[in-house]
């Protein structure tokens, strides 16, 4: 099944566009969980037993199981297992030459079998093309971000380089169908602006809570049908986890 | 000590600017080795021993280990490991905000042990500097690359996006002293005007071969003592390695 099919469904399910954010940064483990890949483990499955029925998809952030060397890979592994059937979106920010994107693109969709990767695009369509040939996955490509910096390069030009980007993933989404964006939740004003560019693709929305982004802004900024929005360390490090993915699944409910 | 002066260090008993590139594709693995991780390890053992004598660093590309799951990367770390005191690049175009980046830059720099790394500059500086925290470690920051696609986003804009990122650089560079360039061989002749841009950057300098590059030409275009070339698939997948590594370090020998 594709992608944006099997995310459909399950937001049917949950009646919400709710991603939660697997940033298990092994500092912020809680005292219980031991600091290591083992432990990183054992909160991802007290994390994902009890949120399971909020949320839409998942997202497993890649730094920081890398940050563990290949012991953390193994978990990186382990966890994407232990989600099955619940949409997992692999948050990598790849992007290079074809011929490394195509390793790239094995890892994520064939070895770790991810439905859906974030990618950077600064090298241009070659650096997405081996992702999109796997019809059944999906790519949501860095569009405009929620961090300070993103005014060094990403406002460039007339028009800017997130609209140039926008329109090259349009492009690519009316050829294969599964070509989406990345937009920071913290430029809300710009989310309807964005999705006109590419009105088909899905749109990834991260840089809530934490980062300062407001859930209710971008529910009120475009059609719920076109976004998924992530909340990462507001759920997974909140006091009580469970209270705050119900919170948030409210917010971004439909 | 500073990988700066590790690599001149280094440079000055090779006498040449060649990097090899580890982009042990499992698929183009010779008959005698097994395609699996276990095979890679042997492929790059055989090209490590053969060839230490010839390169002033080696580079390896991260994809083609994820592409193996946690047992390739379990190989990347092996294979690190037994560079030992030759630089080693890793070569892996993160990017992404603050909180990740330091994640990723804890991979490359501590667990890995990595001496330097490539990274993307779509987010600007929050990207770069948990990076450049690192004294002892260098960055190469993504400007102008050697892919036919290089043109939809890099050239974008007056002044060009390339340049943009190249002035970023060399700003960073006069804070840290440990952040430098990647500028494609395809494009030798823009690699002067670059160079100017951030005159105190090192510029790793990939897409020899393979890619189409001219070795000649990058030698003509700028001083040696600012660059860093790397040769990959033209070496490693040759009917015989060393003497393409033989022949390359003689076209970049200084």
Excluded at 77 to 103: F, H, M
């Amino acid at each position: 099944m594709k992608f944006i099919d099997k995310l459909r469904r399950r937001m049917d399910e949950v009646k919400n566009v709710l991603a939660i954010g697997l940033d298990t940064d092994i500092e912020r483990l809680p005292e219980k969980f031991s600091k290591d890949s083992h432990g990183m483990y054992e909160f991802n499955c007290m994390i994902i037993e009890s949120t399971k029925n909020l949320a839409c998809a998942y997202k497993i952030n890649s730094a920081f199981y890398e940050s563990s060397g290949y012991d953390g890979m193994r978990t990186l592994q382990k966890t994407r297992d232990l989600i099955g059937d619940i949409p997992v979106i692999y948050d990598a920010k790849r992007g290079d030459i074809e011929s490394t994107a195509k390793a790239y693109a094995k890892a994520a969709f064939e070895l770790f079998d991810f439905d859906a990767i974030t990618l950077s695009p600064y090298m241009g369509e070659d650096a997405l093309n081996p992702f999109l040939k796997y019809e059944e996955k999906y790519s949501f490509v860095l569009c405009l971000s929620s961090n300070k910096s993103a005014d060094n390069f990403e406002y460039h030009g007339e028009p800017p380089l997130y609209s140039e980007v926008a329109h090259l993933v349009n492009q690519k989404n009316y050829e294969s169908g599964n070509c989406g964006l990345v937009v920071g939740a913290t430029v809300a004003g710009r989310l309807a602006e964005i999705s006109k560019m590419a009105p088909k693709s899905l749109i990834l929305i991260p840089g809530i809570g934490t980062q300062g982004g407001d859930a209710y802004a971008v529910m009120h900024s475009v059609d719920h049908q076109k976004i998924i929005v992530n909340v990462s360390r507001a759920i997974i490090f909140a006091d009580d986890p469970v209270a705050s993915a119900m919170n948030y699944s409210k917010i971004l409910s439909f």
